[in-house]
């Protein structure tokens, strides 16, 4: 194969399953930001390789992806240490059809990304590979650098780990929807009655500020607490905010203006017609995605 053909081949592949690659990269890191690196750092190593000694190109992106997310991973744990407040994945808008794809839009939730931050990065990794895209064991076994007996124990104590803490269960498009549309009129029209009632009795509340903007310290759970801080701070906003529902991480959300700019997204995670979970993300360096659509796969 000449160099010209070659390179044409390269990123004829590459692009092909870019977006597999960035979803896993993501999944792995909760930062688009970041999985788009790793994606540049994952092209600069497929460029120089020679395809002809690649018996499947799919795996072998997969496996560098991999590798590469895994080094920024630990990077990031020791960055994520010294974050001023509460930490929240980066919200991407995602196309109506991932939420049609229940698993898929499962796994790249909010609620999902958060508990994966709990695993350490090789579980995560592990988890992420076999639960979420179906890779053997002998294919993530290359990918992390273990065996695959070891990583069969690693992806056994993960899925435990998971299971303990993941939502309860997964959650039709027009259920999610339900609540958000119940959750998005009682907060328009501001009545704390409302609010009590379109709330789960255990909702939990979370934001992320990135300690330039203001957000809660710590999680807020209860439907008295949640309503009661929700209502404060329409009080402190009053008419100039405006709220548009969208998708984000493939379920329904908030794109929350004032006065006409962004000023976060509200991840609205709904169960039997309540709301159990908010996830409010104020941080502007994580807010670059959510006015284009981000293609996600697996």
Same mark, same amino acid.
């Given at each position: ?7 044409? $081949? ?51 992106? &997969?496996?560098?992806?991999? /590798? ?29 059809? &991932? ?9 790249? *939730? ?15 990794? &592990? ?37 303990? /803490? ?5 959650? $039709? ?7 958000? @549309? ?11 009655? *409302? ?29 008295? /607490? ?15 905010? *405006? ?13 929350? /203006? ?27 360096? @994580? ?8 293609? &996600?796969?697996?």
């Amino acid at each position: 194969m000449s160099e010209d053909g070659g390179l044409a $081949s390269a990123t004829e592949t590459f692009v092909a399953h870019r977006d597999l690659l960035f979803t896993v990269a993501y999944e792995m890191l909760g930062s688009a930001a970041d999985a788009e690196d790793v994606l540049q750092e994952t092209w600069l190593r497929w460029a120089d390789v020679d395809l002809d000694t690649v018996r499947d190109r799919r795996a072998y992106l &997969v496996k560098v992806t991999t /590798r590469q997310a895994l080094m920024r991973l630990r990077a990031l744990g020791r960055r994520r240490e010294s974050y001023v407040g509460p930490w929240l994945p980066e919200p991407l808008l995602t196309a109506p059809d &991932v939420a049609e794809d229940v698993e898929l839009a499962e796994n790249v *939730s909010m609620a999902m990304l958060l508990v994966l931050e709990t695993l350490q990065p090789t579980e995560r990794a &592990v988890f992420v590979l076999r639960e979420v895209f179906g890779l053997d064991y002998d294919e993530i076994a290359e990918a992390v650098g273990r065996n695959p007996a070891t990583v069969r124990q690693i992806a056994h104590r993960a899925r435990g780990h998971v299971a303990a /803490r993941r939502p309860r269960g997964a959650v $039709s498009p027009a259920e999610a929807q339900g609540a958000l @549309k119940a959750f998005q009129r009682a907060v328009e029209t501001g009545d704390l009655q *409302s609010l009590l009632d379109v709330l789960a009795p255990d909702v939990v509340a979370l934001s992320d500020g990135g300690g330039v903007r203001q957000a809660l310290l710590r999680p807020v759970v209860g439907a008295d /607490r949640v309503a009661r801080v929700v209502a404060a701070g329409l009080r402190r906003v009053g008419a100039a905010m *405006s709220l548009e529902a969208v998708q984000v991480n493939g379920g329904p959300a908030l794109l929350v /203006r004032l006065d006409g700019e962004i000023d976060g997204v509200m991840v609205v995670r709904g169960e039997d017609g309540l709301v159990t979970g908010l996830y409010y993300v104020r941080n502007p360096e @994580k807010l670059s995605r959510v006015e284009r659509e981000t293609a &996600v796969s697996r």
